[in-house]
């Protein structure tokens, strides 16, 4: 980002932060361009590369009324930009050093039509998990849905990593709780 660009990218988030739409679509869309090239120039155009720029680009959203407008605007969001790519860098190797791909397998799995009570148990699932309190509903969901590691849910969360596992650990014994009947109900109709 030169310093002109720096300067423009500055002003339209100070323009947004007070309300002003066109501003902030002027400031994605030319942060969309820097964040492709400085994504691009780390790790070449890999296929996930476009992914990494659209959470940078969700985190400035979710964000945005935390940069300080007495600071370089630069700074701010290559931070940002660069814990993205990284969290995207360990998602890849964490699929590639511990997945195998069964082509066979996953042609099988997709040929085979899911039966309606493992929809049935995944609705059952998803409601209890979305009941929960909040903080164990996020927690579980990072841990479970989105295959964090601990220390990353306790990075977002900006919680300990104890706290995540206690979290967690509450969460699950509510969930055995809550679909526990439900699971049973479901193994003795086999």
């Known amino acids: 980002m030169t310093s002109e660009q720096e300067q423009q990218a500055s002003l339209l ?18 942060l969309t361009l820097v964040a492709r090239g400085f994504v691009g120039r780390r790790v070449g155009w890999a296929e996930w590369t476009e992914d990494v720029v659209q959470e940078g680009l969700l985190t400035v959203h979710r964000a945005r009324q935390t940069y ?46 899911p039966d309606d009570r493992s929809d049935a148990l995944r609705e059952t699932l998803a409601g209890a998990v979305s009941r929960l309190p909040r903080v164990q509903r996020e927690v579980v969901s990072l841990l479970k849905y989105e295959d964090l590691s601990v220390r990353e849910v306790a990075k977002r969360l900006g919680m300990s990593e104890g706290a995540v596992k206690v979290t967690a650990h509450r969460g699950y014994k509510v969930l055995r709780k809550t679909v526990g009947a439900s699971i049973g109900e479901y193994r003795s109709a086999d």
Do not use: K
């Not at 988030?13 to 869309?29: K, N, T």
């Open 13 to 30: 988030m100070i323009r947004a932060q007070a309300g002003d739409r066109q501003a902030y679509e002027d400031l994605l869309r030319a």
């Open 68 to 113: 300080d407008q007495s600071r370089p605007f630069a700074p701010w969001f290559y931070a940002i930009l660069n814990s993205r790519l990284i969290d995207a860098l360990r998602d890849h190797r964490r699929v590639h050093t511990r997945e195998l791909v069964d082509e066979e397998a996953l042609g099988r799995q997709a040929a085979n039509a």
